[in-house]
Each structure stands twice: as C-alpha cells, then as structure tokens.
Nanobody, 127 residues
Framework: QFKVVESGGGLVQPGGSLRLSCVAS????????FGWFRQAPGKEREGVSC????????YYSDSVKGRFIISRDNVKNTATLQMNNLKPEDTGVYYC????????????????????WGQGAQVTVSS
C-alpha cells in the first residue's frame, strides 16, 4: 500500500528556515505528483507548492514564491519543501500529498486532486 509520511516541522522565529521532508513507501514515486499543502486554524487547506513527475515542473502559491523551494528525489522516494524567510502567516499544519494523475502541475495544486496524504507536520513561526 502506498503511503507518505512527513517530518521536519517545528517552531522557528520569523526570518528563519525549516525543511520539510516527505518519504513515500509502497510504490516507486516516479509516476506520482507531489504537493505540499497547509492549513491554518479556521482556514481552508491551501496548496503551497507542487511538483510534477519527471520533468520537475513546479507551482508555488503567490504567498510563498521566492521563499520556498520544492524538490523531489525519485531514487530516494522523497519530496522536500525548503522554507526560507518564514513569516508568522506561514504558521499551520503542513501536509505532504501524492497522486498518480497527469496534467499541468500549475492546474493541479488543489487538495481535491490528491489521493494520498500524510499525517501533517506543525510549523509555527513566532518570536
């Protein structure tokens, strides 16, 4: 059975950095897209960044563009979200998600697109 597990959340001061990792197991990830989503208290889950299967096309929400970097390693079955210059509004539970769909990644960074979800990792940005 395919599943994904996140790690790397925590508490950081504004301007700091965190790195989230997502490890997949069960199947090779080369046919899966990956997405990172976050949910703040009282808000809907939003797509932060997503990456396509092989060519590595990426999507970033406007709120994180220029600060976050998504990457993947199809050999290690992992996806990573490097978060830099963190702001208090980045606080929330971050979820890794994966799906075997194909298409334009910029159109696919929505929660309903993804079948497999991790348990979530808390990220808190506060001084």
């Amino acid at each position: 059975q395919f599943k994904v597990v996140e790690s790397g959340g925590g508490l950081v001061q504004p301007g700091g950095s965190l790195r989230l990792s997502c490890v997949a197991s069960g199947w090779s990830v080369e046919h899966f897209i990956f997405g990172w989503f976050r949910q703040a208290p009282g808000k809907e889950r939003e797509g932060v960044s997503c990456i396509s299967q092989k060519d590595g096309d990426t999507y970033y929400s406007d709120s994180v563009k220029g600060r976050f970097i998504i990457s993947r390693d199809n050999v290690k079955n992992t996806a990573t979200l490097q978060m830099n210059n963190l702001k208090p509004e980045d606080t929330g539970v971050y979820y890794c998600a994966a799906d075997a769909s194909t298409g334009v990644i910029q159109d696919m960074c929505i929660a309903e697109q993804y079948m497999f979800w991790g348990q979530g990792a808390q990220v808190t940005v506060s001084s």
